[in-house]
């Protein structure tokens, strides 16, 4: 299946580009130079990605991403001239799954595009045998295709939120500190700050009500279970 990429960028050198690197990799590229516009696709035929620019005429990036957050967890990857770190956390805590600042290397960008759609993506010949099934109180977690059940409903889950809960239930009770969560989960290059954990913990709560998804002060947080797990 060839991925379609929704290209939102209002500089025509780095569309051309961009458009030039995805297809070069076998990808579908669509580019506009409006969120007006990619809304309009997206109302139209979904893309699998957005690569969204947050210096757009009119409605700028950050109200597009949190638009799109508000239907669906499609992989965002947000990029913008602006350096600065509240910047960056702003885009991670509106939705946005990577964040790359302008002037930016196409190869760096395919490789996160990549990236993003193998840890999206379910795994090849889903099993429904019980050790591919991780299950703590109320939470029900299918491992291989990478579905959450809270309460037996299933919930709908970004793909930060996925790894986050599969990590904290497969060591239950463990704490794990801010710094551990940002390696285990954005990665070792990632360079936000542990904002971007409270923001992801705070979703997760939001979306399955009463999870003992405990804060540790000052260190950070922990699955509680008072059942004996394996």
Known sequence: MTHHIGVVEDDSNIQNIVSAYLKKEGYEATIMESAEKAWEL??????????????????DGYEFCKKIRQESDVPIIII??????????????????DYLTK?????????????LFKRAAPADGISQESHDRIKVDNLLIHEN??????????????TKEFDLLLLVAKNVNR?????????????????GSDRAVDDLVKRIRKK???????????????????????
Do not use: C, N
């Open 42 to 59: 997206w109302e139209t035929r979904r893309p699998d990605m957005w690569v969204l620019d947050i210096m757009l005429p009119g409605m």
């Open 145 to 158: 295709d990478r579905r959450i059940f809270w309460h037996g409903e299933e919930q709908v889950v970004t």
């Open 175 to 191: 704490a794990f500190s801010r710094e551990e969560l940002l390696i285990k989960i954005w990665g070792e290059d990632y360079f």
């Open 80 to 97: 913008s001239a602006k350096d600065d770190e509240v910047d960056k956390i702003l885009g991670l805590e509106l939705g946005g799954d």
């Open 103 to 115: 002037p930016f290397s196409p190869r760096e960008l395919v490789a996160r595009i990549k990236r």
């Open 208 to 230: 399955l009500t009463d999870i003992s998804l405990e804060t540790v002060w000052g260190y950070g947080y922990r699955l509680r279970s008072e059942e004996e797990h394996p």
